[in-house]
């Protein structure tokens, strides 16, 4: 029985206009019967901590988080992202053609607990300059607090001793810590006295004789650390020495740096953001805060996504842009100071429950 070449021919035409179809839907096609052809389109891919959020586009209930918004027209739409029991979010969000807006938003609780870490109070609470770690005294002791263990608590994980005060140097005297660039040691400061504290529990610690010096060894090396980053990002020559340069602080990442400006008598807060490719919607260089608050400080969350703000006696968190600042705690706080869990279950302040109790480290739950 011989073949129809026309049938054959119907098959080969109908299997290469579905191959089309196909090819053309992945690569962001959509038909458009209000213009008789084919369109581009994009996508929003949208994920919430915690997820199950309802999701709003321009006003309209699209679905619930982690969802993917497809076949959207190129323009700015309007998302919102709600969970009952939570703060909500809400931003113009710009969608291109051919392309994935990612969108990851924290929620916060409303009303979040309050976890202690510490009882016995908590003071010159430092990070670590990759946010993993935290060191602070506490009566005659010096502690290690890892911020990468979940759920830290009081009862389940308690900061670490590294050392306890001696006759020739002590911890009440003391008014300045900092961490070595490669975090494994822990300069104390007293008047004219500073020791160095190994990080291993039950090292010995080391007299410094002239601290201006080590200072300088330790810049040397981070400027080293910072210019093989620079080199690995291919960060442009406008960029280099702010990214060099002390007063800027990297994310945890190591993609993006935080760095200030002064203009007018206030303060500017920008992003240098080198993360390759940029997602979409995000800028190389983007001034997130205006303020005239001398006392204001931001905080890098661990996702290298939001910042703590620590204005007064408020934290809040803050997106990358500088959008969607919600507050999650007010109160008295012991220290201008905020840390973050890297597991983003906690931020992590130091305040009091009553006048009469010493400050202390508290997790302000996120989750």
Do not use: C
């Not at 129809?4 to 579905?18: E, Q």
């Not at 506490?138 to 608590?153: A, E, I, K, Q, R």
């Not at 590294?162 to 003391?174: G, H, N, P, R, Y």
């Amino acid at each position: 029985m011989r073949n129809n070449p026309w049938t054959i021919f119907g098959i080969l035409a109908i299997m290469i206009a579905i191959t089309a179809g196909i090819i053309l839907y992945a690569s962001g096609f959509r038909l458009d019967l209000g213009q008789g052809g084919f369109a581009k389109t994009g996508m929003i891919l949208v994920k919430s901590v915690p997820d199950g959020a309802k999701v709003f586009l321009d006003e309209e209930l699209a679905g619930a988080t982690d969802f993917t918004l497809g076949s959207l027209k190129p323009k700015t739409y309007h998302l919102k992202i709600e969970k009952e029991g939570y703060l909500s979010w809400e931003e113009d969000v710009e969608v291109k053609e051919e392309l994935i807006t990612g969108v990851t938003v924290i929620l916060p609780p409303i009303s979040p607990s309050l976890k202690a870490i510490t009882q016995n109070g908590a003071k010159l609470v430092t990070p670590s300059a990759s946010g993993t770690k935290a060191a602070f005294l506490s009566g005659d002791t010096l502690f290690l607090l890892p911020l990468n263990n979940p759920f830290l608590g009081f009862l389940r994980t308690r900061p670490q001793k590294i050392a306890q005060e001696t006759d020739d140097f002590l911890f009440s005297k003391v008014t300045k810590i900092e961490f070595s660039p490669n975090e494994d040691q822990i300069l104390l400061i007293a008047g004219s006295k500073s020791s160095l504290f190994p990080t291993q529990t039950g090292a010995t610690a080391t007299k410094v004789d002239n601290v201006a010096v080590l200072r300088a060894r330790w810049q040397i090396l981070i400027m080293e650390q910072r210019a093989e980053a620079v080199k690995t990002l291919g960060i442009p020559d406008e960029f280099k020495d702010l990214a060099l340069t002390m007063a800027s602080v990297w994310s945890p990442d190591e993609n993006k740096f935080l760095y200030e400006k002064s203009e007018g008598g206030k303060r500017q807060f920008w992003v240098a953001n080198f993360t390759d490719p940029l997602p979409v919607g995000e800028e190389t260089n983007l001034k997130i805060l205006e303020t005239e608050d001398k006392n204001l400080k931001l905080f890098w969350l661990a996702n290298s996504q939001n910042f703590i703000v620590v204005a007064g006696n408020t934290v809040s968190i803050m997106d990358l842009d500088g959008s969607n600042q919600r507050e999650i705690f007010s109160g008295t706080l012991g220290e201008k100071v905020a840390l973050s869990s890297t597991d983003l279950a906690q931020v992590i302040i130091v305040t009091s429950i009553s006048s009469k109790s010493p400050a202390n480290l508290y997790g302000i739950s996120l989750r």
